[in-house]
Each structure stands twice: as structure tokens, then as C-alpha cells.
């Protein structure tokens, strides 16, 4: 499906509320043996598991770890949602909304949005389908306004078009002149005479007097023979504020026009030196402003340069300029009742970026029990029920009608990323007070949140320093309706979160082999959103109903997690979801040999997207290559490739810069560099292998940007570099070792099990095997277990012949 459709379809989804639940991720049950290696139970059930982005793991019943927070010392303070605005079509509706809202009440006349059909006129759609019809003056036809409301999901009948019509030609079709009409409009006003310098000494009045020309003063005797009273003339144009004087008037009447001056306002927007509100109040008067000066001063409007009509000037409540009712596009048919701006001041606050969207800290701290009773009261005060009797099916439902409702005010707190370095783990571990004899079964358990990371098997065990939330784990603390919206991991690692008690959570996932369709398929329902912030997903606060993505080609799956189950994210798999109510979650992050080279794949993707990287992938291969010792068989040859692949792309780019002519060349030490001192200045990626460095500019960018980021002559770059050449061949040379030891022990395991080996010397051979398996940390396999068994048995046949022997 094309942007163009998958836009469309989502404006027809957003008409109509409906909601089909995706189909069930896969769930597993390992057994009390599988559940003993947590590594190699989520190997085994990858193949099936990442098709889906997600699955959900139910431990043995056995199993069951005691909650070692102390319930009554955790105090954090929540974060606040506001439901519908979460979700991204949603958002953009409340968007639009608020420009439309402040255009009309900046021009002093509030809008009340109408009522069609007992709910409020979706405006934003209404705009969307018109313009797809070719625009207002397009839809003339009744068959064009049937298609239309049958869009919006209204009844098809002629109240109900000629109804969208008249508003859209009330309410929409005035913005939208004045949308295509501002540029002009402010050209014209910017036509206006620039201001003279303005001086305090006295020549000042020279330079006044300099200024009138022979038309002004012909249009001045004659503006006197009308008002004869009138000394001081002031005459407006644009943001320009210029003082004529009548020269053979008295020094207070200069030092009157001084002061005048002095409320002059430079460049454009509402600054008013001098002036505040209580000076200056429109609502008294819309032909005069307040002045305590001349009250018989003229107004000249901005636009067409003239003061005729003063009847019909308006004055803005924002920069003072003054308008003609009529001068305005769209003219105004009424002076509006309340303050009014002009066209210079409405299309700078209509048009003001809006801020980044993000959630805000509520100023309650709570404990878990008092967050625990606000929960509770909530949902049940919501469904009229105790919350749990409340079906997660319905609670579901209604979660996505919220989200999706523009009307629908719903907001919820969500105690999330709460550090377990902070606040303790909710998992027991060494330094947890009052463990059970029993308990230290859990805090050796791989399954334990805080151990996971740092198992044998996982790469993440080689970076030095803990990364909350990714090596450290992150508690939740959800009520009904708090959400987590659409995101993958950092470094689109894997993912693994514990429900330790309470209510439900749902989940949706997207494999990761579907994260570009869910990527595109938002950014094409809701283009002005990712306009405005390219980002957006990276920021984790956008979700978007499942069966919009569903609809536009996205695999989506779901489940619902139950107090002591595990959810497992796959590398890349975009996952979102919300509680069902009052609940305690811990999550981390982990990874595998086999997340290594998608991991480098996220790194050429960062530096795309020019995103901050959490810790250099470089820098983990080397450490890796360099503690060979320590890796087994999968993980030394999944680090053989990846430093191969390194090795050889830091030689291309080693030779490049070096035909481009930079001789200077030094070693550092990059890991002793905060990451901030190491960025590239154009990907922002982390350097670890090399950098080039400006003495000039000061700025440092990877080999890949050498050459543009910055325009410095090649003399004053220095290429700086972790290791040279050679020592990155010896580091590829001790892997390509440890990987033929692994090779030569495979061979000759295979050969000792045959049945053609040769008894002679077969026992020593068999236990030399075991004990290099030990030292290679060969993984548990089936050609281990046979060598093992066949040892043991080679063991019990040699006994009887020992003892025997010690009979003779």
C-alpha cells in the first residue's frame, strides 16, 4: 500500500471507532532441564519466536521468586500521560484543533466547535477529505460532499452536507485564506517606510523635521483643518511607530514626542517596550488605543497606507498596528467583540513549532501502596467494577478508543524507568537484606533480571561499565491505561521483562524483519508529525492503533503478560503496549552471539539517522577478540567475522584519508575518552578505532566523514588511532586460533566416536577431549553429550580390568 492510501485509510479508521485484536505471539513452556539454561532455551526457541517479534515464557509452576523490595521505603514519582495524546493521529487532530482555536480567538471570536450527530465535527478529517477532493472551491457538487461525509462516517442525507459545507465554509475556509493570502500580506506590510535611527540628543528634531515631505505636510494642514485640536499627529505603519511634530511648538512638546519615540518597536512580533496591558486595552476602545498622550492621535492602516474610515480601523492587541476591516484577507464583515490581532501577529503564534512532545513528572511522590490505591480507585471508578473483574478484552478495547478519540480526556500516571541502582531490584540478590535459606536459589538463578545480562553466553558482558536499563535492570510501576509506545531497543539488542505481581499487561510486537513496514506505514499515516520531528520513534512517546499498521502490510502480534510470566523482544522487533491495571515490572537487556552483526547493521543505521550510539560496537569487538580465552564456540566465531569485517573497513578507510594527504598520525587511549569527547561531529556515532581531529576547529569526526566535517587545511588534521594495522592482524590471528581450536577439537571428537577408532591409547583420548571441552567451554550440544557418555563408559569397562590386575 502507497503513503497516499495508507493516509487515507487511517482518516477512515480514525472516523469510525473499531478494534480487532492481532493475532496471539507464540507462548512457551520449558521444562524444569530447559528452564536451567536461559540463553539456550531463548536459542532454541528463536527460529519460531522472532517471526513474531515477541513471545511470552511461563516458567515452572516450581519457580517463583519472593519480591525483595521493601514495599514501604520505594518512593518514586510517576510520569503523567495524557491517554489520547499518545497516539499519533490523535495528536496530529489536537494539533490542528489548537491552530484553528487560536486563529479564531485571536481575531476576538472564539470558536465553539459544533456537534454533528452527538459528536464533535472532526475538523481535521473534514480539511483532509476536502482537500482530496481538490479543495473547497472544487467540492460544488452534492455527489462531492456525499463522498465526504461518507468518509467521515456521518449519514449521507442533505442536513448533513450542507452542514459540513456551511462550516467548513465558516470555520476552515478563512484559515486557509488566510494560510494561501499571509505571504502577501505580510510583503505588503513590510512595504512600509523603514524607521530613522532614533537619537536622545537634540538634533533629533533636525531629523524629524528632515523627514516630512511636501505630501505629508499638505495632508497634515488639511487632517488640522479637521481637527483642529490636534498638536501631535502619530502615524502607523507596520510595526513603525514615527512622531510628526508641528516645529513651532514648545520644548514640552518635543520632550512629549521624545517619549513617544521611545515606544518605537523594532523588527516584528508583539515587543512592546513601555507598553503593557493596562496601558493599552482594546476591549475600551477598538478605534483608539489608551495613550496617556494625545487621545486625537491617527492611525494609518498597514496595508493600504491610508487613514479613511477610522471607523473601521482595528487595532492589534498584539504590535499596536492598525488595520482596515476591509484591507484584511478574508475582510472582516464586523469589528470582533473581542481582542483582535493582526495578520503579522496571528501567523507568528498559529505557526510557533510546537514543542517536542514528551511526558511530564508528576509533583506527587508516591509510595507503591499509595500508587496502589490511586490505581485501584481509578479503574474501578472508570468501569463502574472492581478493576479486576474488569475482562483485559474490554479493557483493551476501550484503551484503544481513548487513544483514538480527540474529545476523550482520560490521564494516568506510569511509574516507568525507575532504576533498580536507585531503588534496589525487585528480583533478590547479594546485597538484598532479610534472604531466606531458600532464596539464594533466585539470586544465582540465570533467570534473575540482574544476572541475565552478564551470563556466559552474553556478549554484553564484556562492556565495563553498567548501562542503566540496558545491563542494569528498570522497574515499572503501571496502572490501567499507562503505556509504553512504539519502539525498538537500543542497538536493537534483545529485550526480556518479568511481571512480578499485579494486573496484566498487554503487548503488541512487530518482527524485526517488519520494523521498515511499521517505520514507513506511521510516517505515512501521519506525515506532518514526522515532518516536524524526523525522530519521533526514537523518542518513545508515539503509538498508533495496531489495525491502522495491520491495514498498511505491518505483522502485528499480541499478548497479554500475567504476573509471573516473561515477555522476550527480539533484535530490532518494534513493541508497544499498555497495563491493565496496578502492576510491578522489571526489564533488561541482553545479547547473544547471534545479535552481533545485526548490532553492527544498527550501527551504519545510527550513524544514518545521526543518533547517539550507548556504547561503541567497536570497542565491545575488540575487548571481545581480546579476551579470547573467555568466549565459547558460537561467540568466538560470531566475533571472528565481525573483527574480520572491522579490520577490513578501518584498512579501506586508514589508506583513503591517507591518499587525501593526512600525514599527522597519533595512538590514544579512546576508552579512557567520555563518550562525549569521542562523537563524530556529522553521524554522532562513537569512535573507538580511529578519529580525525582538527586543531584549527577543534572538531572530530570518524574516517568514514573525514572529509567534511570541517573545511580546515589537511596539515592541521591528525589521524589519532587505537591500534595500528599489525596489532589488529595479531588480534584477528589469536581469534582465527581460537577458532580452529574449537575446529580441531569438533574433528576430533567426530573421530574418537567412530566405530572404526582404535582402542589403543582411546580412554587418554576421550578424557584429553572432555577436559579441552571444559577449557574451550564447548556449549552444550549433542556431540559433547556423546563424548561424554562415551567416556564415562570407556571409565566403568577399564575398572574390572584394574582390579584384576591387582589380584595377579
Given at each position: ?50 517471526k ?19 514495599v ?18 490523535t ?16 481575531q ?12 464533535t ?22 455527489k462531492k ?26 470555520i ?9 493570502s ?28 528632515k ?177 479486576h ?35 534496589g ?21 540465570g533467570?534473575?533480571?540482574?544476572n ?10 564484556f ?6 536499563g ?19 531497543e ?36 501521519a ?121 577490513e ?18 595512538r ?15 553521524c ?27 573545511k ?97
Amino acid at each position: 500500500m502507497d503513503s497516499k492510501n495508507i493516509q487515507k485509510n487511517a482518516m477512515h479508521k480514525s472516523a469510525e471507532f473499531t478494534f480487532t485484536p492481532p493475532p496471539e505471539a507464540p507462548v512457551f513452556e520449558p521444562t524444569l532441564e530447559e528452564f536451567t539454561d536461559p540463553l539456550g532455551y531463548i536459542a532454541k526457541i528463536r527460529p519460531v519466536a522472532e517471526k513474531t517479534g515477541i513471545c511470552k515464557i511461563k516458567p515452572p509452576a516450581i519457580w517463583q521468586p519472593p519480591f525483595s523490595l521493601d514495599v514501604d521505603k520505594l518512593k518514586f514519582i510517576p510520569r503523567i500521560q495524557k491517554v489520547n495524546e499518545l497516539e499519533a493521529i490523535t495528536r496530529l487532530k489536537l494539533l490542528f484543533l489548537e491552530k484553528i482555536l487560536k486563529f479564531w480567538e485571536l481575531q476576538g471570536s472564539p470558536l465553539k466547535i459544533p456537534m454533528i450527530e452527538n459528536k464533535t465535527l472532526d475538523l481535521y478529517c473534514l480539511k483532509f477529505w476536502v482537500d482530496e477532493e481538490g479543495g473547497f472551491e472544487s467540492c460544488n457538487t452534492p455527489k462531492k460532499w456525499r463522498k465526504i461525509a461518507n468518509a467521515m462516517g456521518y449519514s449521507q442525507n442533505a442536513n448533513t452536507m450542507n452542514f459540513l459545507r456551511s462550516n467548513y465554509e465558516k470555520i476552515l475556509l478563512p484559515y486557509e485564506i488566510f494560510e494561501k493570502s499571509k505571504a502577501d500580506i505580510l510583503k505588503t506590510v513590510k512595504k512600509s517606510e523603514p524607521k530613522p535611527e532614533v537619537k536622545d540628543d537634540d538634533d533629533s528634531e533636525q531629523q524629524v523635521i528632515k523627514e516630512i515631505s511636501i505630501e505629508s505636510i499638505t495632508k497634515k494642514e488639511t487632517l488640522v483643518d479637521e481637527k483642529p485640536h490636534s498638536s501631535i499627529k502619530k502615524a502607523k505603519t507596520g510595526s513603525d511607530i514615527k512622531v510628526e511634530m508641528d516645529v513651532s511648538k514648545d520644548n514640552e512638546a518635543i520632550k512629549r514626542s521624545r517619549e513617544l519615540r521611545r515606544l518605537a518597536c523594532y523588527g516584528p512580533g508583539p515587543k512592546m517596550p513601555g507598553l503593557n496591558d493596562e496601558e493599552f486595552d482594546i476591549t475600551k476602545s477598538r478605534k483608539r488605543p489608551r495613550y496617556d498622550l494625545d487621545p486625537l492621535a491617527v492611525y494609518i492602516c498597514a496595508i493600504c497606507q491610508k487613514d479613511h474610515r477610522d471607523d473601521l480601523l482595528l487595532i492589534c492587541n498584539g504590535c499596536s498596528d492598525t488595520y482596515h476591516t476591509f484591507c484584511l484577507k478574508p475582510p472582516l464583515t464586523l469589528v470582533p467583540d473581542g481582542d483582535w490581532r493582526c495578520p503579522c501577529c496571528i501567523a507568528e503564534e498559529v505557526h510557533k513549532p510546537a514543542e517536542a512532545f514528551g511526558f511530564v513528572q508528576a509533583e506527587t511522590e508516591y509510595t507503591l501502596q499509595q500508587f496502589g490505591e490511586m490505581a485501584d480507585k481509578f479503574k474501578s471508578d472508570y468501569f463502574g467494577m472492581s478493576g479486576h473483574l474488569v475482562p483485559t478484552n474490554v479493557a483493551e478495547k476501550e484503551f484503544w478508543r481513548i487513544i483514538s478519540s480527540v474529545e476523550e480526556d482520560v490521564t494516568v500516571e506510569y511509574g516507568a524507568d525507575l532504576h533498580s541502582m536507585d531503588h534496589g531490584s525487585g528480583f533478590p540478590t547479594k546485597s538484598s537484606i532479610n534472604l531466606y535459606p531458600g532464596d539464594q536459589e533466585y539470586v544465582d538463578s540465570g533467570w534473575n533480571l540482574n544476572n541475565l545480562p552478564v551470563l556466559d553466553g552474553s556478549v554484553l558482558r564484556f562492556i565495563n561499565a553498567d548501562i542503566s536499563g540496558m545491563t542494569v535492570p528498570w522497574m515499572y510501576v503501571g496502572m490501567c491505561f499507562s503505556a509504553f509506545c512504539w519502539h525498538n531497543e537500543d542497538h536493537w539488542s534483545y529485550s526480556i521483562n518479568y511481571l512480578h505481581w499485579g494486573e496484566a499487561k498487554t503487548w503488541y510486537g512487530v518482527p524485526g524483519s517488519g520494523a521498515e513496514l511499521l517505520e514507513n506505514a506511521m510516517k505515512a499515516a501521519a506525515p506532518d508529525l514526522f515532518k516536524s520531528q524526523p525522530d519521533l520513534l526514537h523518542q518513545l512517546v508515539t503509538i498508533m492503533n495496531p489495525n491502522i499498521l495491520m491495514a498498511a502490510g505491518v505483522p502485528i502480534y499480541r499478548t497479554d503478560q500475567n504476573a509471573g510470566e516473561f515477555v522476550v523482544t527480539f533484535p530490532r522487533a518494534y513493541h508497544a503496549g499498555f497495563n491493565q491495571g496496578y502492576n510491578f515490572a522489571e526489564a533488561v537487556n541482553f545479547a547473544p552471539p547471534d545479535w552481533l552483526k545485526i548490532g553492527r547493521e544498527c550501527i551504519s543505521h545510527y550513524k544514518n539517522l545521526k543518533r547517539f550510539c550507548v556504547f561503541s560496537h567497536d570497542e565491545l569487538i575488540c575487548k571481545m577478540a581480546l579476551e579470547g580465552d573467555r568466549l565459547d564456540l558460537e561467540t568466538a566465531l560470531e566475533t571472528q567475522k565481525e573483527l574480520v569485517h572491522a579490520t577490513e573497513e578501518e584498512s579501506r578507510l586508514r589508506a583513503l584519508v591517507a591518499k587525501n594527504g593526512l600525514k599527522n598520525v597519533q595512538r590514544t587511549a579512546f576508552e579512557l575518552l567520555g563518550d562525549d569527547e569521542r562523537l563524530c561531529e556529522v553521524c554522532k556515532t562513537t569512535c573507538f578505532l580511529s578519529s580525525v581531529s582538527c586543531a584549527d576547529c577543534k572538531h572530530m569526526a570518524c574516517l568514514q566523514h573525514a572529509d567534511q566535517f570541517c573545511k580546515c587545511p589537511v596539515e592541521k588534521k591528525t589521524l589519532f588511532y587505537r591500534y595500528d594495522m599489525d596489532e589488529l592482524h595479531i588480534m584477528l590471528q589469536t581469534i582465527d586460533f581460537r577458532v580452529n581450536s574449537f575446529d580441531k577439537w569438533m574433528t576430533e571428537t567426530k573421530n574418537i566416536l567412530l566405530p572404526t577408532a582404535p582402542d589403543i591409547g582411546r580412554l587418554q583420548k576421550l578424557k584429553t577431549l572432555v577436559d579441552e571441552a571444559e577449557e574451550l567451554k564447548i556449549p552444550k550440544c549433542t556431540l559433547l553429550s556423546q563424548l561424554k557418555d562415551e567416556f564415562t563408559k570407556a571409565t566403568k569397562n577399564v575398572e574390572p580390568i584394574v582390579i584384576e590386575l591387582d589380584d595377579d
